[in-house]
C-alpha cells in the first residue's frame, strides 16, 4: 500500500486507553470523562427521537442549534455570528478541523502549528495537501511566540492553527497574546484555524479569550468547539464551526461531501439544553474543584505540578523521580500504567521531534472516587 500517511500510527490516546484497560490501571490518558452528561440532555435527545427528528437535517446543521450557538457566541465574545450563512454542525471538532483544512489548503501550502499541540492537526494538514511548519510555544508559558511566528511567515502561508485553552499544557491565552496576533497577521492573508474545544473551562476567574472577540483575527478565523467537551458527551461527537460567510461557503462545500449531515435528534436535543446557560457557565467551578482535589492529591508526591489555567488536563514533571525519570516520557507512561496503575500521556506524543523534557499529562474530568485511587498510587512513586 503506498500510505498517505506513512508515518503516522495509531493515536496515542488509543494506545493508551488500551494499556490501561490491558493492566487494569486507572485512566487519567485520554481526554474524557469518567461520568455520565446531565439526564436532562439525553432526556432532550430522547423526546427529539420521540418527536420524529430521525431524518437527514439540513446540510448546515438543525436551525435552531444553529441559532443557539450564534446567541451564545454574541453573548459571550460580542460577536453576532449570522447563523444560516456563518455557523455549521460538524461530527465533533475533528471533523470540523480537517473539512477547514480541506476547504482551504492548497496542495504545498504550508500551515503554521504550534508545539506542543494536539495530534491530528499534522495528519490532517497533510491530508490536505499541505506541509506542517512547526512553530514552538513559548517555554514554561505557552504562550505564542510573536516573533518566530513571524518569521516562520512565508508567501505559502495559508493557515495558522491556535489552541486556547490549550490542550496539552492546560495554559491560556491572555487577550494581549490574541491582539498581538491580529496586529501580526493584519498585513498578511493568513487564515485562522482557532480550536476552542476548551472554551468553557477555564479557572481561577479567567476568561476565554476567543478569536471571535477580535475583529481583524474573527475576519479570518474559522472559529471551533465541541459539544462534547463542554456538556461531558465526548462520545456523540457533535461540534461546530464559526466563521464569516465567504469562508463558510467554502468550508461547506467540502462538508457537505466529507458527512453531509450531522446526527439529528442529538441536535435537536443540544437545541434545547443549549437554551440554559447554567449547564457551561458552571463549567469552570466544576472542574476547578477537581483540578484542586487532584493539585492537593499530588502535592504529596514527587511529580511538580505545572500550571493549570484552563481544560481538564494537568501537567507534571517527573524528573525528581530517581530512576524512572532516566526514561523518556512515552516509556515513562507504559511504565506508570504497568507498574504503578495509572494511566497518563506523555507531552512529547504532541511535537513533531520532542526534545528531553520529562513531562506528562493527566486528565482529571474524573469522579473524585476516580482521582483519589490514582493519587494513593502516584503518592507511591
Ligand atoms: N481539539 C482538541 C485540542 C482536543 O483536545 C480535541 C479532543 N479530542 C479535539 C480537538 C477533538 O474534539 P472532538 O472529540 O469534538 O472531535
Ligand atoms: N482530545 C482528547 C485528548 O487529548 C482525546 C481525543 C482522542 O482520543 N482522539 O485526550
Known amino acids: 500500500i503506498r500510505s498517505r500517511l506513512p508515518h503516522v500510527g495509531t493515536t496515542i490516546f488509543s494506545t493508551m486507553s488500551a494499556l490501561a484497560q490491558q493492566h487494569g490501571a486507572v485512566n ?16 432532550a435527545v430522547h423526546q427529539a427521537m420521540k418527536a420524529g427528528h430521525n431524518q437527514y437535517p439540513l446540510m448546515t446543521g438543525v436551525p435552531a442549534l444553529r441559532q443557539g450557538i450564534a446567541a451564545k457566541m454574541e453573548a459571550l465574545y ?102 498581538a496576533l491580529s496586529d501580526l497577521l493584519a498585513p498578511t492573508s493568513v487564515l485562522v484555524i482557532s480550536d476552542e474545544v ?18 481583524g483575527l474573527a475576519a479570518r478565523s474559522f472559529v471551533i468547539s465541541s459539544f462534547g467537551k463542554t456538556y461531558h458527551v ?15 461557503a467554502e468550508f461547506r462545500k467540502v462538508h457537505q461531501f466529507n458527512v453531509f449531515t450531522v446526527n439529528t435528534p442529538v441536535q435537536h436535543g443540544l437545541a434545547a439544553y443549549l437554551q440554559d446557560p447554567r449547564p457551561y457557565r458552571d463549567l469552570p467551578a466544576f472542574y476547578q474543584r477537581k483540578r484542586d482535589l487532584f493539585r492537593e492529591g499530588l502535592a504529596g508526591s514527587r511529580l511538580r505540578l505545572l500550571p493549570c489555567e484552563g481544560t481538564y488536563f494537568q501537567c ?45 499529562r493527566f486528565c482529571f474530568a474524573k469522579q473524585d472516587e476516580t482521582l483519589r485511587s490514582a493519587l494513593e498510587k502516584l503518592c507511591r512513586l
Not at 487519567?28 to 432526556?43: H, I, K, N, R
Not at 496542495?107 to 506542543?116: A, H, N, R, S
Not at 476548551?198 to 479569550?209: A, I, K, P, S, W
Open 234 to 248: 465526548t462520545g456523540w461527537k457533535v461540534g461546530y464551526v464559526a466563521a464569516p460567510a465567504a469562508l463558510m
Open 316 to 360: 507534571v514533571d517527573y524528573s525528581a523521580l530517581g530512576e524512572p525519570s532516566g526514561l523518556a516520557p512515552d516509556e515513562f507512561c507504559r511504565w506508570l500504567t504497568r507498574e504503578i496503575g495509572v494511566a497518563a500521556i506523555p507531552l512529547s506524543a504532541f511535537y513533531a521531534e520532542p526534545g528531553d523534557d520529562r513531562l506528562i
Open 198 to 215: 476548551y472554551e468553557h473551562m477555564v479557572f481561577d476567574g479567567r476568561q476565554h479569550e476567543s478569536a471571535a472577540r477580535f475583529p
Open 28 to 43: 487519567l490518558g485520554q481526554g474524557f470523562p469518567d461520568f455520565d452528561c446531565d439526564p436532562a440532555l439525553v432526556e
Open 78 to 179: 460580542g460577536r453576532r455570528y449570522d447563523a444560516d450563512r456563518e455557523i455549521t454542525v460538524t461530527a465533533g471538532a475533528t471533523q470540523a478541523l480537517l473539512s477547514t483544512l480541506l476547504a482551504i489548503v492548497h496542495p504545498g501550502d504550508e500551515v503554521i502549528v504550534l508545539e506542543p499541540c494536539y495530534d491530528a492537526y499534522g495528519p490532517e494538514i497533510e491530508l490536505a495537501g499541505g506541509t506542517v511548519v512547526c512553530v514552538k510555544l513559548l517555554p514554561d508559558t505557552y504562550r505564542p511566540d510573536l516573533p518566530a511566528i513571524a518569521a516562520a511567515i512565508t508567501p505559502r502561508t495559508r493557515a495558522l492553527v491556535i489552541n486556547t485553552p490549550h490542550n496539552p499544557s492546560g495554559r491560556i491565552w491572555p487577550a494581549e497574546d490574541l491582539q
